[in-house]
């Protein structure tokens, strides 16, 4: 590496005959060739080898590179990249396509307004193949939609929705077909029934190289299910109980899902019922506009070029949440030069793009939590507590922010210590233990990359008095609920740096950390005072007695008493903010509890 | 969560008139539903609400959440999901750009046979927008190809070889035109010549909807340029110095392409070569035919059901590495049922399944390292201590193996101590660093689910005396080599931690962390024996007078001699065995030592 003045005139100019800017319509402009050297000469098949500059005498011309030119399905591009897809390891495939299908019905339930029923039977077959059968009682699949949405990716009723699910690409369930196809040679098999008495069953497969579904063995008859069953044979794949394999999956599922029952057959043959706890379906999130801060230029001139509207004004209060018609005048204030009454398809981009400068500069009400459903910190703590059995609890749920596009999120995060919190280490002794969610969605793989990995790492414990967190029996949950997860691969298993996510869970974790700090130090505090105590009182008998005898008056309990008192009131228990009592009060609770020790 | 005994007669049986299983054709059977319960009427719009059973009251029927089913093209996903892409941040977004054109530049050089020289140019315009010129003097692009190359995603010349490449998606370079697109709402502008004298410019744009290029301003003339110039406007970008940014991941690049040039001019106008240390273009990987180990039936039936073959043994030997006729005939025997004279295309299923398993009983020739061009020890070596300048040095480069499908790759690991190895922490010392590479493009990001760091972390630093590795002046040079890199996502900067990927960095970490380690004790043993060395021959002239004294015979300077040679002799440099002299040479060394040191 070396550092040099501008050298250009090192490098050949180029033979171009005229400056290329001038002869072209485009605004961007291009530079005479800087990367050419006189020797290698352009144009020729190489001459002669010139001391230390190598020929190029077997240099392959651009012409046969691009004989081998070809265009590619997604679906190619998928089963070349597999472990993008979450397929990579036999335990992690396993878990891939039990989540994949899982959450496909968990959406669709909650979509339908239906609790939620899953049964999820895993079968061992001869020559390490497994089979997996789940079965859910959902709205099920119309006969027309199930090759697409079984069998083709990029196809979906998600993708384009702006509220909270957790599938949103079309590719999960197909993915799955995928791999049937391509570990056993074998399609999918499934079951649907929309409710109306009509039941339908087939083999779905994908065409890999058109990303096109291949429907066999279809038979209709009448019956009694709503709902999908999907039943696949699969290779490479394995089942255990490791904390990464399908079962903790479903546990966890349970865990941020109480309105759902999982039903979980292992292979062994041994049934787990994760039971409903809570008989409500979610309110069904609404579908909301985009806010406009997070807006891109790009969004508001696709939005504003496919509006019907007739002014540009109506197209922003009618497209955006928050946008008023006093909040178009500021606009108008901010954007002198831009007509509010043309038509939105005639908007600019160099005016979208000083709109979205202008949404920037104006104070805006918060997104709506209307497309959001958390679960919400009664919720966790009943789950929690359930599970974890802990000493102490503490759940932050933040207020509704937006990221790029406009897209509304929130954070749930929780905080439990000791009872069962934490997680076995390798060295056997217990430590943090981080369960994270997207859309109550487990995610298990890919911590390192992860947004919520991202947070607990920038938090500085110490300032917490937790310094020694990975050692703590401590359970960290954390849930983002978002219209759009931004995962980091289609293996929707670790979510993106976004720096406002990043920075709303580090505001929640600040938060239960410091409730945590308070309980533990409060608790030290309470130890520490409660032993000095013990100790001073043990001189209080002799001192009553010797007292009088000292001083010449007074008398040994009336002196007993007073000192306890004075003893009591200097090591009371100071208690938190939150819950501290007036000065009166506590000098009243003193009262009594002196009293009371005394009568003892 | 509960544990129950099988209580499937808790279900409801369905109201399935035959087993359905008898209706189908198909292999898989499907059980009576067990997830509907019988009080949630299915086909009913929900009746009565029964005791603790919540009612569908609202139940939304299937037909109307598929009125919303779409199909979406691959350009639409990744606009969705650009994070996928590498676009989350604006640093990382320019360094994406940057990583995408000049992996591409490379490979193209590469191809040709073409020594790289590439010229990149970033500079701030006004709004923060970044205009970013990327030059190279590649083979170029023919006018036919132009569109698709730079404006369609999944096409391309290299996703599907069998060779080794920096790209291999036909994604990159159509994903940085979408992200001209949709931050500036400005096609890319670009200049090719593929040394005919002909160039032409143009601007190119993506249609997201349908995934297909958009070329516009069409400008053709004569000149003297061939390669590549692509011209894009980017918002959502920033330029710095960090270690992520652009000007690290180009230094990077440099490190493991010493047979490149590479330019830099920087915003603020800073000009910086990184000079051709090397002057041979690598040789050009010859694509290979797959490794029977690692091949999947997949695959196989894929092969087969393609070949042109006329006969299944002519085949196997036709169109995989290592498969010869003696290896047929032991195939013959492992597989007694399999007719291995009918044609390829009629290969079933089962049989095939039953092919891989034999190829795994059956003692292989290591896949050829034809399509692989590892960087090679010597210049790692070079590069490595012309940036550290270390005081140790040690690489291992291991012999190739496959992974799933039979990819052959292989992996390259450096280790170098002091000097300026290692990087600074946040704390101000010096710890660790791990530099990643993938065919020798830096991976700059994500290194938490990378198998690279997944082996460094799984090494027992602590057997090879290095626990403390994380504070220590070293630098981990990695590189897997590889015809297709099993990258998490399509942003291309992880490494999927495949099993036999991550076992071969382990090897090839505990190779080098051994010399480190032999290295480092070996010098401390020095300077331990060097320093009781000098304790003890402070009492030679005492003794030596003393000696002659206290026995009454012998002299001084005879005695004093003699010491110091059985001090020499025990207190020996041990040399490590790669250097170790024989027991002659040493007594040789050591006498000549004396003797020196007498002489004094």
Not at 32 to 49: E, L, M, N, W, Y
Request: glycine share 6%; hydrophobic share 35%; aromatic share 8%.
């Amino acid at each position: 590496m070396e550092k040099t003045e501008d050298l250009s005139q090192d490098l050949v100019k180029g033979d171009v005959s005229a400056p290329i800017s001038d002869q072209l319509p485009s605004q961007l402009k291009v530079e005479p060739p800087k990367t050419q050297s006189p020797i290698t000469a352009v144009g020729t098949k190489s001459t002669a080898i010139t001391a230390g500059v190598p020929a190029e005498i077997d240099k392959i011309e651009s012409k046969e590179i691009f004989s081998e030119f070809r265009e590619h399905s997604v679906a190619e591009f998928f089963k070349k990249n597999r472990q993008m897809l979450g397929f990579s390891g036999k335990i992690r495939s396993l878990t891939t396509l039990v989540h994949e299908y899982v959450t496909n019905s968990l959406d669709a339930c909650e979509e339908a307004k239906i609790l939620p029923n899953i049964y999820v039977k895993i079968e061992n077959l001869p020559d390490q193949h497994v089979r997996l059968y789940i079965e859910d009682n959902g709205p099920g699949i119309p006969k027309q939609f199930v090759g697409r949405a079984l069998g083709q990716m990029l196809a979906g009723t998600k993708f384009h929705r702006f509220v909270q699910q957790r599938g949103q690409q079309g590719i999960g369930a197909t993915g799955g077909t995928m791999y049937a196809q391509i570990t056993t040679g074998k399609p999918v098999h499934c079951r649907s029934g929309i409710g109306d008495n009509n039941i339908f069953e087939c083999d779905i497969a994908v065409d890999l190289k058109t990303n096109s579904p291949k429907i066999s063995n279809m038979v209709e008859y009448t019956g009694k299910y709503r709902g999908l069953t999907i039943v696949g044979e699969f290779s490479e794949v394995k089942y255990d109980k490791s904390e990464y394999a399908p079962f903790e999956y479903l546990k966890a599922t349970a865990l941020a899902n109480p309105h759902a029952q999982i039903t979980v057959v292992e292979p062994n043959g041994e049934r787990t019922v994760f039971e409903r706890a809570h008989n409500e379906v979610p309110e069904r999130p609404k579908p909301a506009q985009p806010h406009p801060l997070g807006v891109t230029t790009d969004d508001l001139i696709n939005y504003s070029h496919h509006s019907k509207e007739r002014k540009l004004s109506s197209f922003l209060t009618s497209n955006f949440a928050r946008i008023s018609d006093s909040k178009v005048d500021e606009l108008r204030k901010l954007c002198p030069s831009i007509n509010f009454d043309k038509m939105p398809r005639e908007l600019k981009w160099e005016e979208a793009e000083a709109l979205v400068n202008a949404f920037k500069q104006i104070k805006w009400i918060a997104p709506s939590a209307d497309p959001l459903r958390p679960i919400g910190k009664e919720q966790i703590e009943k789950a929690l507590k359930n599970v974890l059995k802990p000493e102490f609890i503490s759940i932050s749920e933040r207020a509704p922010k937006v990221f790029r596009g406009g897209v509304p999120f929130l954070v749930e995060v929780g905080i439990a210590y000791k009872g069962k919190s934490g997680r076995e280490k390798s060295d056997g002794f217990v430590g943090l233990d981080v369960k994270r969610f997207a859309n109550r969605a487990p995610l298990l793989f890919d911590a390192g990359g992860c947004a919520t990995m991202e947070a607990v790492k920038t938090i500085d414990w110490n300032r917490y008095g937790l310094k020694d967190i990975e050692n703590m029996p401590v359970t960290i949950f954390m849930n983002l609920v978002s219209v759009h997860v931004p995962y980091t691969s289609a293996g929707k298993q670790a979510i993106s740096t976004e720096e406002e996510i990043v920075e709303e869970f580090r505001y929640a974790l600040m938060e239960v950390a410091r409730d945590l700090d308070r309980y533990i130090s409060g608790k030290i505090r309470d130890e520490q005072r409660e032993s000095r105590k013990k100790a001073i009182k043990r001189y209080v008998k002799q001192l009553a007695s010797d007292l009088p005898y000292l001083a010449g008056r007074g008398n040994t309990p009336e002196i007993e008493k007073k000192l306890i008192y004075l003893i009591e009131n200097k090591y009371a228990k100071i208690f938190d903010k939150s819950t501290r009592l007036t000065a009166d009060e506590v000098k009243a609770a003193k009262k009594e509890q002196v009293e009371a020790e005394i009568e003892e």
